[in-house]
């Protein structure tokens, strides 16, 4: 049976009658919740490991060094083992539970799988709020990435099955959207629990995170499922029903037809991971391990996760580092609705391309400065106000060009691009390939930025400049494009095009009514 992904569209200009409910919307605004907890966790982790109460309790060896009792050197300061098992631990987990989310979004629905990555992650919020020892730590961070697993598996996929195709790239960017409004939260509740007399405050940011679970617990119970998933579960005339109430109007049964004729085809697909490795999804598993790559190698991370750490490493003082953080965090919310508004109108490409450039340029900048202040030996002695100013103004500049690009175009793209026959299996290749770079990252950043030092940024500014081009020879423009008609973008790209042939995107028949044979 050819793959149906690829639906054979005449001219190229196929379009599904649909409005944006306001059914819709809501629906897809509570279901990108999910990101909160993923976001919220990213800006937690580098506010509290740079608390100095947290420090002395769980990590004496770095409060040690950070107040210069055994090192003078900033960029070493961090440089711990079990500093580093605490933040990674996380994603190591969150990718091992991926692939088990893959199964359960499969079989039993997006929902389930949203409902999991919740409930998991409320109890690791809760473990690690009454922590006492740093095995409780470490096995509350584990929970934790279990819940991002399928939390990250899950609703990349709810959105784009949901959204009218024309507004696809907007509502699916709302799950980016709530992960820079969670690091943002994050940052926040830092700077004034920091403040908190007796030195606990940490409990509160590490605890907190059971707000944004129970938010996507209770959004799981309550949001309806896709058509996609129903018909893909055998309930076709509820998910008739649930379409014609998704797109606000009674004339569905092109796209329904269109979907069941893939649903029809991924059932004869017993195993998907098999399938993705033949040649005609060859761009769709590029795509699906290249993209997530890249996107844990524009270097966010180390500036998410760490800004706090980063900012006192080069000279600020604890409460200034916890503020530049909260800047951060805003610019990151402000610049990711510029993708919103932007991205289905200026497409996928234009964005990609733009940060990349930005990315780059400020990578460059911030090398330079750090280096010239702080040298090899990584002491700068007092650093001039102004000096200050420029890094974070830089770093901003740069977190605004991932924010309109690779931060929500890392989840949008990989998730509208897999037919639905090797979707679920796709998109847990991506959150798998996204949390074994982010775990690595985060293993070995602490180490690099001691012994790299300034070239740290150098390092990221060449992944940046390789993944600009990689967008611009290989991706092609999926803006405005029907997720079940996505296989035509192969089929007309001057590269991907020699391993999709032509009879991999079927006929009229197979495809349902309304598709044509040509191409």
């Not at 796709?426 to 990252?441: C, P």
């Not at 990689?470 to 192969?490: A, D, H, N, Q, S």
Request: proline share 4%; with cysteine.
């Amino acid at each position: 049976m050819p793959a149906v992904g690829g639906i054979g569209v005449g001219s190229g200009n196929k379009e599904y009658p649909g409005n944006l409910t306001p059914f819709v919307t809501v629906t897809c605004i509570v279901a990108a919740m999910g990101g909160l907890i993923f976001g919220y966790d990213i800006g937690i982790s580098g506010g509290v490991t740079s608390m100095d109460p947290f420090l002395k309790k769980f990590f004496p060896s770095v409060y040690r060094k950070k107040k210069g009792e055994e090192t003078t050197n900033k960029y070493c300061q961090y440089d711990s083992e079990t500093l580093t098992i605490f933040t990674s631990s996380l994603y190591l987990a969150a990718l091992l539970s991926s692939v088990v989310a893959s199964t359960v979004t499969r079989k039993f629905g997006r929902k389930l799988s949203m409902l999991f990555g919740g409930l998991l992650f409320l109890v690791g919020a809760l473990i690690n709020g009454f922590a006492q020892r740093i095995w409780m730590l470490i096995v509350g961070r584990i929970l934790l990435g279990f819940g991002i697993g399928f939390a990250n598996q899950s609703v990349p996929l709810y959105l784009s099955e949901m959204a009218p195709y024309k507004y696809r790239g907007a509502l699916n960017i709302g799950f980016q959207m709530s992960i820079t409004i969670g690091i943002l939260v994050a940052n926040i509740l830092n700077y004034f629990f920091a403040k908190i007399k007796g030195g606990w405050g940490w409990r509160l940011s590490l605890g907190g995170a059971m707000v944004p679970a129970l938010i996507i617990t209770i959004g799981s119970l309550v949001l309806p499922d896709t058509p996609n998933s129903m018909i893909e579960r055998g309930d076709r005339d509820a998910a008739k029903a649930q379409l014609q109430k998704v797109r606000g109007v009674d004339d569905v049964d092109e796209e329904f037809n269109d979907l069941v004729a893939a649903s029809e085809a991924s059932m004869l697909v017993e195993n998907p991971w098999r399938k993705l490795l033949q040649r005609k999804y060859r761009p769709h598993l590029t795509m699906a391990i290249l993209i997530p790559f890249f996107q844990q190698f524009t270097g966010i991370n180390v500036i998410m996760f760490y800004a706090p750490v980063l900012f006192s490493s080069i000279g600020f003082k604890d409460d200034a580092s916890l503020m530049s953080a909260v800047i951060t965090g805003v610019v990151n919310v402000v610049a990711t609705t510029v993708s919103v508004y932007g991205v289905d109108k200026w497409g996928r490409r234009a964005l990609f391309l733009e940060g990349g450039a930005q990315m780059l340029i400020c990578q460059a900048v911030v090398a330079a400065a750090i280096g010239a202040k702080f040298g090899i030996d990584g002491n700068p002695g007092d650093l001039p106000k102004w000096y200050a100013v420029v890094v974070v103004l830089f770093i901003c500049i740069y977190v605004a060009g991932f924010a309109w690009s690779w931060g929500p175009l890392g989840w949008l793209v990989p998730s509208e691009i897999f037919p639905l026959e090797i979707r679920s299996a796709a998109q847990s290749i991506t959150v798998s390939v996204n949390m074994l770079f982010t775990f690595l990252v985060a293993q070995v950043f602490l180490l690099m930025l001691c012994h790299m030092k300034f070239g740290l940024f150098i390092f990221f500014g060449f992944f940046v400049f390789v993944m600009t081009l990689f967008i611009y020879f290989f991706l092609p423009e999926t803006k405005g494009i029907p997720i079940e008609e996505m296989g035509r973008v192969w089929k007309e790209h001057p590269y991907w095009s020699r391993f999709v042939e032509h009879e991999d995107y079927g006929n009229g028949v197979e495809m349902g009514k309304g598709a044509t044979k040509n191409v």
